[in-house]
Every structure is written in C-alpha cells, then in structure tokens.
C-alpha cells in the first residue's frame, strides 16, 4: 500500500478538490491518504471560512484516512516556511509521495527552477531584489532572475517550495504534480470548478455557490471575512508602543501602519494605503494576522518542531498510525509548554470573537475524530 501525502487549506473544499482527491485514487489505488491541513488563518494571510474541525470532518467524509494540523505558526508564514513544515511531518508520518497541483505540470521544469534557486542562491536573491526594486511584481522577478519564460502561478510557486524542501532535507519523498484547471486569480469564472478565491468572492456578492462546492461544504461555510478583525487589528494598532516586534513588520512600516489606520475602515483600505514595492498584497496580509494573533519575531525564532497534532483518522489511518507509533521521535499530541501549541490557542481564541463557534475547546480537548 502506498502511502500519499496532499497538503491543502480548504478555504472552502470545493470541487476542485474533490477532482484532486480523485485523480489521487486513480493514480494509486487503494493507497492510505495523509492531508496536512492548514487551520484558522492561511497561508495568503487570509482567515478560513471553515473551522479545523469542520474541515477535517469534510476531509474524512471525502475519504482521506489522516488529518494532520499544520499549526498557525507555520502556516502562516511565506511558502518556503509553510511547505517546509508541510513537508517534513509527511516525511515522519511515512509518506512515499507528496501529489499537488500544477499549473504548468512540468514536473522537470520545476525542479530545474528549484535548483537553479538552490544552487544559484545568493545571484538568484540578488536578482530577485533588483527586479523587485524596479518595480516588477514578484512572478516576473522569479522569471528575469533566473532567465526563464515562466508564469509563476501559485500552485507552481508552492510546488518549487515543496521541492526545495525535499532536496534540502535529503527526504524520500517523490513529488507528483496533478494539473490544476483554473488560476486562483480568476473571481470571474463560472466552470464547475473554479478558484476558491473566485467562491469567497461570489459569497461576499451574494452569489450562489453551490454549483462550484460539494453538498456538504455548504452546510459548514460561515459568513466570515479577515474584514471581521479589522477594529481588532486596528486597536492593536493604535495602542501598541512597538509593532516592530511582531512577525513581518519590517523596514520601519510599523509607522506607515500608525500613520493610516485612522484614515481607514476596513483591511483591504489599510492593505491599500499600506503596500509598496517591498510589501505586497499578501505580505501585509500575512503581517497584519501576526499583529493580531501577537506572534512576535522571538517566539518565531525559538520554535521548535516539538509535535505533529492529529486532527482526525478512519480505521485505515489508525492501523498506519499504530504501525509507526514506535519509530516516531516526536509526540502526536501537543504538550502546554509549546510555543507552537500556545499560538494555536490564541488563533483559535480569537477565531471564536467572529465565527461564534467554540473552536479553543477543539483545540484545548486535544481529541481527534475517528470516522
């Protein structure tokens, strides 16, 4: 039995998804299927529309035999930080192959680009800036750095950070991509699967989704938006004396932050009035969801990767889980004193103030769900 690992945020589990689980079992039938899933803030600084708990009970309806929590610390940083962590719990809980989607589903371009960036680091870096300070955005800077006729898409961007990974850390772990049908740009698509930025877009128009997400889907979305924290955020940012300590903020933009939130209502005018050559869109979005969470650059710096949290298994995922308990070298439970499991419920706590649910008890019971 091979075993496969997929890592997903599921900000909503849409159809597209479901065409990615289901090309996983046609490419390896009867393989037990590990998810790494990201929780209550993502990866594009972005707040889920779907708890943890609900979508690692969506995850096991659908078939997948573990869920495993890729925790707020990581999975809120770049894509280097988030695939890293990604990556190395797949390798310790036995994964043979990692599938993701790909725009370009070049498997050997890809690693000739995440070499290139290995091998040629500190031109590459170099170059990168260069472009970046002329004001390209940042796929075109990634091409003119490295030479390359590119399109840069999200997907394929995780995919080199996924291979980075893998090559750094010397992991058995062979990547499979699986080609991905729409741009997670495009909000104005009306396929059947389209983009899940494109579905949090319709929500926020009030436009029907079902026709893009799985039945169950729509029975756990809630009407939530990172705008929801914005007087949260913006209290933070008028009372604090330094938030230069906090994760992100860089380069003195703590006083541009200062120097605006008063002229703004909500997170997309303060992004706005905010970003610059140096701090994109995402970016920012990131920073401001570490000024509110209060994860600060020294925490970030003292972490450990002290745990791998199980959200949830079926029968299958139990029978793998008791067969490599032995030979892990780390808890599958978090411990009080983590840093890591610490910041989970705080993300949790503060998740609760807008979706209404009771999310930190999840957390704080420490109880995955068995199907």
């Known amino acids: 039995m091979k075993i496969v ?13 479901l065409y990615h689980l289901q090309k996983v079992k046609e490419l390896y039938p009867n393989s037990l299927i590990i998810l790494i899933l990201n929780g209550y803030f993502l ?5 889920s529309i779907i708890s943890k708990k609900d979508k690692t009970n969506i995850a096991l309806l659908e078939g997948i035999d573990i869920v495993v929590e890729l925790p707020f610390v990581y999975g809120t940083q770049s894509a280097d930080i988030f695939a890293n962590a990604s990556i190395t719990m797949l390798e310790k809980l036995g994964c043979e192959y990692v599938i993701f989607g790909s725009e370009c589903n070049d498997l050997d371009t890809l690693h000739k680009i995440t070499d290139y960036t290995l091998y040629n680091k500190d031109e590459y ?3 990168v800036k260069k472009y970046l300070a002329e004001g390209l ?15 840069f898409n999200s997907n394929d961007l995780l995919g080199i950070s996924y291979l980075k990974s893998i090559k750094l850390n010397k992991y058995n772990i062979k990547p499979i991509t699986i080609k991905r049908t729409n741009n997670y740009l495009d909000i104005d ?18 436009i029907e989704i079902s026709k893009y997400v799985p039945k169950i889907t729509l029975s756990f979305i809630k009407n939530i938006s990172f705008n929801d924290f914005f007087k ?3 209290y933070k940012i008028i009372t604090e004396k330094d938030l230069s300590i906090y994760l992100d903020v860089d380069e003195g933009i703590e006083n541009r932050l200062k120097k605006v939130i008063n002229e703004c209502e909500n997170i997309d005018e303060l992004i706005e009035k905010t970003k ?5 869109y995402n970016k920012i ?49 978090p411990f009080k004193e983590s840093l890591t499991y610490q910041y989970e419920l705080k993300a949790a706590a503060i998740y609760d103030l807008v979706s209404k649910d009771n999310n930190l008890e999840f957390e704080t019971n420490n109880k995955p769900i068995k199907f």
């Open 276 to 280: 610059s050559k140096r701090y994109t």
């Open 285 to 333: 979005r990131r920073m401001l969801v570490h000024i509110l969470i209060g994860f600060t650059k020294e925490d970030n710096f003292n972490l450990t990767f002290d745990y791998i949290k199980i959200l949830g298994f079926n029968d299958n995922g139990k029978k793998h889980l008791n067969k490599i308990k032995k030979n892990l070298k780390i808890p599958i439970t």
């Open 189 to 206: 698509s009306n396929e059947e699967i389209i983009s899940a930025s494109n579905i949090r877009n319709k929500l926020i128009n009030n």
């Open 43 to 47: 990866e594009r600084g972005e707040v």
């Open 5 to 17: 690992g997929i890592i997903c945020e599921y900000n909503p589990f849409h159809n597209g998804h």
């Open 137 to 151: 955005n940042y796929p075109t800077a990634l091409a003119k750095a490295i030479n390359i006729e590119f399109d």
């Open 125 to 127: 870096n170099s170059n």
């Open 232 to 234: 949260t955020i913006k």
